[in-house]
């Protein structure tokens, strides 16, 4: 009884320890971004284009509204095929070789590393595809960004799928609803929960990607701005700003900071790490008051 006790405290400590030097970890990551890039931040460096500024660096007002751009188009584009997907594998899919080619497809897309996508964006977005996306722009980045993050609405959508009580889609079914009714009328509504923070978190994973937009976004030191121009190289004879502009992110304004120390400061790369850090922090309690809402509902 003694050793069972024994063993059972020494597997608490050590749970302890782990879950202790995670935290400290953590706060010693945020507290070095805190402290090197506390000098920097101030409402003109957040909210002002580099544009505005002298020189290289000054301001990440630019990133920031690049940030939310790309994180919010990407999600838009990624949401109807992860949830149709999602749908066909648990409801339509009889299990044969097309369901498992798929599901194995999406397994590969989500081990992918960022890097691999960013190259592939870089040669049939930006090069193949210029005349369409404008080579470096915003729906380069966004297509690519989508691809990337479309397995994590798929999986989440699907888990949810799944965890939807039999008994209410045989009761819908009872009642005379076809396939397609229940799904939209129960089981979809039934699993939004899980569905919301697939998406919500996606847009997170979206925010804080850098090799993939560094390779299909490119860089702008302008606030996006909208409209239509003529451009002989672009298909219509148009190009539609901001989608086929450039855009400026702020994992690329990091990386400005340490790959060129002379022209941008690193402590305002430590700045923009800590606003980017704030951005994904908001996005996951926003999914946690998500979850929490939906449970009290």
């Known amino acids: 009884m003694n050793y069972r006790h024994i063993k059972g405290n020494i597997f608490k400590s ?8 995670t935290v400290l970890i953590l706060i010693g990551i945020l507290g070095t971004i805190t402290v090197k890039g506390l000098p920097e931040l101030s409402l003109s460096f957040i909210f002002s284009s580099e544009s505005e500024i002298q020189g290289f660096g000054g301001a990440i ?3 920031v509204i690049g940030t939310v751009f790309l994180s919010l188009l990407s999600t838009i584009l990624a949401t109807p095929l992860a949830i149709g997907t999602a749908v066909y594998l648990t409801k339509y899919s009889k299990g044969g070789i097309i369901s498992r080619s798929l599901s194995f497809l999406l397994d590969v897309m989500s081990g992918t590393p960022s890097i691999v996508l960013g190259i592939f964006g870089l040669l049939l977005l930006v090069y193949y595809m210029n ?3 404008g080579g470096f722009s915003l729906i380069s980045g966004s297509i690519a960004l989508a691809i990337l993050i479309l397995p994590v609405i798929e999986r989440a959508t699907e888990e ?10 045989d009761a819908s079914y009872a009642l005379g609803a076809t ?3 229940t799904i939209k009328l129960v089981t979809l509504p039934y699993a939004l929960t899980g569905i919301l923070t ?4 996606s847009i997170g994973r979206a925010a804080e990607e850098s090799a993939v937009v560094i390779l299909t976004a490119g860089y702008s030191q302008f606030f996006p701005e909208f409209g239509v121009s003529p451009s002989e190289k672009l298909i219509f004879g148009v190009k539609i700003a901001p989608f086929q502009d450039l855009i400026a992110a702020l994992p690329i304004t990091v990386y400005h900071s340490f790959e060129f120390p002379h022209l941008v400061s690193v402590s305002e790369g430590f700045a923009a790490a800590f606003v980017l850090i704030v951005i994904v922090m908001a996005i996951n309690a ?3 008051l998500i979850v929490w809402r939906r449970r009290i509902g």
């Open 61 to 63: 007002g630019n990133a």
């Open 131 to 133: 005349t369409f996306t």
């Open 286 to 288: 926003v999914t946690r």
């Open 14 to 21: 050590v749970s302890y320890m782990s879950g202790a030097l």
């Open 179 to 181: 396939r397609w009714e």
């Open 198 to 201: 697939g998406i919500v978190l």
């Open 160 to 169: 949810a799928i799944n965890r939807v009580p039999g008994d209410i889609e």
